[in-house]
């Protein structure tokens, strides 16, 4: 079975900057999803970036990229210019068919807090 | 297109007792997962039904059961709750090879 490991449980940066989350993930196969969502205060799961593992350009959205190191089996998630209403959990989380049959594996999260 | 909407939003339930939520997803989806979130467990997958059948079960008990509709509505079911079953239970709907639209969740207590 997949794992998906989010090694900082908490971050905190000022307004503006750019910080960085880290997420591996363990899998034998070769095709897959990976995600990142943001859970703000209100708990609603909110899609950031979506990037397909055949894919080897990193996903852009806006202030958000990814770094995506499929042999590393690396997936960091890069926000720039960041802002208050980034302050959220961040989850990384992977899916053998990107909406398929299996579900999403989720991270065990990190708390980003952005300080004013 | 209407969101994916989950009902009840809280729910206040006693041990032993057993409680039904549903999931309403978004038109044209067929594929609805179910994930449980704690503090302690974090995010877990706990069954993904599409066109009325279950495909993928996580590793929860037998009294997590669920069903889906011909309408794609879905509704999971616990049964004799336990103090540990608290928790925000999220669903999710989806089209194969596309990104998943969460609900607002249902924040179980058992008490």
């Known amino acids: 079975a997949q794992t998906v490991t989010q090694s900082q449980p908490e971050m905190s940066v000022q307004e503006a900057e750019t910080v960085t989350l880290s997420c591996t993930y363990d899998t034998s196969e070769s095709n897959y999803y990976l995600f990142w969502y943001k859970q703000p205060p209100s708990r609603q799961m909110i899609l950031v970036i979506r990037q397909e593992a055949y894919k080897q350009q990193n996903a852009t959205e806006n202030r958000f990229s990814v770094n995506f190191q499929k042999a590393a089996k690396s997936f960091s998630l890069k926000i720039s210019d960041s802002q208050l209403g980034d302050t959220a959990m961040y989850f990384c989380?992977?899916?053998?068919?990107?909406?398929?049959?299996?579900?999403?594996?989720f991270g065990k999260g990190t708390h980003l807090i952005i300080q004013p | 297109k209407a969101g994916v909407t989950q009902t009840p939003r809280y729910l206040i339930k006693t041990r032993g007792q057993q409680v039904t939520l549903s999931c309403s997803p978004i038109s044209g989806h067929r594929s609805v997962s179910w994930y449980q979130q704690t503090p302690g467990q974090g995010l877990q997958f706990l069954f993904e039904?599409?066109?009325?059948?279950?495909?993928n079960k996580g590793n929860f008990p037998g009294r997590f059961s669920g069903r889906q509709f011909s309408n794609s509505r879905s509704e999971m079911n616990v049964s004799t709750l336990e103090l540990g079953d608290s928790a925000l239970y999220l669903c999710?709907?989806?089209?194969?090879?596309?990104?998943?639209?969460f609900g607002p969740g249902t924040r179980l207590t058992v008490t």
């Open positions: 039904y599409f066109s009325e059948t279950q495909r």
């Open positions: 999710a709907s989806s089209w194969p090879g596309q990104q998943y639209y």
């Open positions: 989380a992977f899916s053998y068919s990107g909406g398929g049959a299996d579900g999403l594996t």
